[in-house]
């Protein structure tokens, strides 16, 4: 009777010992990267000290390095504040693509009246030499901690009746992740 006894304990002992490498071996898998996305905005767009010249409407712009120009009717000042492009922040994984989306015209209101209209546009990610408009794809590069650069310029149009004073407003960018 005694042998019976045995037979069925050391059955046992195998079998448990199976299911317990089973399960740690579940527990090796690596976790997959988050898919979250995080955006920052860290500087505004800001088209510096300008006047309007001539009798008709103005044109000026600024590209992603910072850069701006006077296109039509614009003459440039020299003083503070500076011209500057819009910047982001994007923290997702390696490998991950990012789409980006945004209104081509918003308006800017100046308090006490007037209004002008900014095209928003174009984009540019940091460590690329191509140029993202409205719709555009990148790829995100670093580990999951890395933090990827995108300037935003945009191009200013100025009514020949605009008062002086300061205009603000405020555009959205949507960063879709693929």
Known sequence: MQRGHLYKTSFK??????????ITSIYA????????????????LHFGTFALTGGGDGILSVV??????????VFLSEL???AQPAIFEIKLCQGRNVTINYDSTTPLIRIGGGTMTLNVGPAKREGIN???????????????NFITILR???TLHIPSNSLPGIYTGSFEITFNQE
């Open 64 to 73: 992603t390095d910072g850069y701006r120009n006077a296109i039509q009717n």
């Open 152 to 154: 935003v310029g945009g």
């Open 29 to 44: 898998q690596p976790a997959l990267p988050p898919r979250g996305v995080s955006v920052q905005s860290t500087q505004a």
């Open 130 to 144: 191509t140029t993202l408009q409205n719709g555009d794809t990148f790829s995100l590069q670093g580990n999951c």
């Open 13 to 22: 002992l195998p079998f448990l010992g199976a299911i317990y490498f089973f």
């Open 80 to 82: 503070t504040p500076t």
